[in-house]
């Protein structure tokens, strides 16, 4: 099976902060995804990955960057958190042989303060 | 703007009834469309996907598409009550190469 792994399930930082979120696949996935799911607001896309280095803007990506160094681990940054950015965030990969199958990870539950 | 939407629900159906989820979508580009699981607590899961106009069948679950209308929707079958979860609609568009959309999600609720 394939298993994405997030840092961290639970996560409280203050307010200017610099946060990284870390996500590690180990299915060999070329496309990685990061999403904030909010009550009423379904899964928000923040940004995408389909390769080393190379990263897209999904639909919401103000006050966040990312980071692919390698294939197997897609980093996001929230460069200074804010009160809004409390969410929970997915992390999700895409490969094989059905497309539009994402794994998603366990998810981190961001509270900032 | 790329725009998918559900009923949040909750919808509440008894044991063994069938539930019926829907979902319309704004982009006629649309080419792919999935319903995802979410229970309580836990990440989404892929239960269904469907390409083409018509109905796909996978166990109790039957995925309905009519491209003319904007409209997808999920039948749950025998309905249990290990079926209560949030069921998120997803679509991808052929100018965005991999980017789903999701809904923002239809909670069931199956009473014993």
């Not at chain 2, 009923?7 to 995802?36: H, K, M």
């Not at chain 2, 209308?69 to 965005?96: F, G, K, M």
Request: one cysteine or more; glycine letters at 8%.
């Amino acid at each position: 099976d394939v298993k994405v792994t997030q840092s961290s399930r639970y996560l409280v930082k203050r307010t200017g902060e610099k946060v990284f979120l870390e996500c590690v696949q180990d299915m060999d996935h070329e496309n990685m995804f990061w999403y904030r799911q909010d009550p009423g607001l379904g899964l928000r896309l923040i940004y995408f990955s389909y390769d080393v280095k190379m990263k897209e803007k999904g639909d919401i990506p103000e006050g966040y960057s990312v980071s692919r160094e390698k294939k197997e681990r897609f980093s996001l940054i929230l460069e200074s958190a804010s009160t809004n950015q409390t969410s929970m965030y997915l992390c999700a990969s895409e490969g094989g042989q059905i497309e539009g199958k994402l794994f998603f990870g366990s998810g981190t539950q961001l509270s900032v303060l | 703007q790329k725009e998918v939407e559900q009923n949040s629900g909750p919808l509440s159906v008894p044991e063994g009834a069938i539930a019926s989820l829907n979902c319309t979508y704004s982009d006629r580009g649309s080419q792919s469309f999935f319903w995802y699981r979410q229970y309580s607590g836990k990440s989404p899961e892929l239960i269904m996907s469907i390409y083409s106009n018509g109905d796909k069948e996978d166990g109790r679950f039957t995925a309905q598409l009519n491209k003319a209308s904007q409209y997808v929707s999920l039948l749950i079958r025998d309905s249990q009550p290990s079926d209560s979860a949030t069921y998120l609609c997803a679509v991808t568009h052929n100018n965005a190469g991999n980017m789903l959309t999701f809904g923002g999600g239809t909670r069931l609720m199956v009473k014993p």
